[in-house]
Nanobody, 123 residues
Framework: EVQLVESGGGLVQSGGSLRLSCVASGISFDEDSIGWFRQAPGKQREHVSCLRPSDGSTYTADSFKGRFIISTDNAKNTVYLQMNGLFPGDTAVYYC????????????????WGRGTQVTVSS
């Protein structure tokens, strides 16, 4: 059974930083791509970033490049999302997911994601 548990969200002022964590079980950090997407009320889901373990490649949507960084700690079965330069438009629930597709041609979640962690950025 795949389980993904996110943490690290909260309230932060505009310009601030947060680091999200996701502890995963039931997936292989050596084989399965993993990443983050977010969902804000009334808005479409946005795919943020993913990491492909086969070659260590990471892919980040253009709107997050230079601000958000994905990383993993395989020994802890944990994936992180370091978020810098946050602004109110980043307010959303952030989800960790296995990514069925993770390449320079596109990336999208697979069939498993956690309950999410709320990030709220105040102005």
């Amino acid at each position: 059974e795949v389980q993904l548990v996110e943490s690290g969200g909260g309230l932060v002022q505009s310009g601030g930083s947060l680091r999200l964590s996701c502890v995963a079980s039931g997936i292989s950090f050596d084989e399965d791509s993993i990443g983050w997407f977010r969902q804000a009320p009334g808005k479409q889901r946005e795919h943020v970033s993913c990491l492909r373990p086969s070659d260590g490649s990471t892919y980040t949507a253009d709107s997050f490049k230079g601000r958000f960084i994905i990383s993993t700690d395989n020994a802890k079965n944990t994936v992180y999302l370091q978020m810098n330069g946050l602004f109110p438009g980043d307010t959303a629930v952030y989800y960790c997911a296995d990514f069925g597709t993770c390449s320079r041609y596109g990336f999208a979640p697979g069939n498993h994601w956690g309950r999410g962690t709320q990030v709220t950025v105040s102005s």
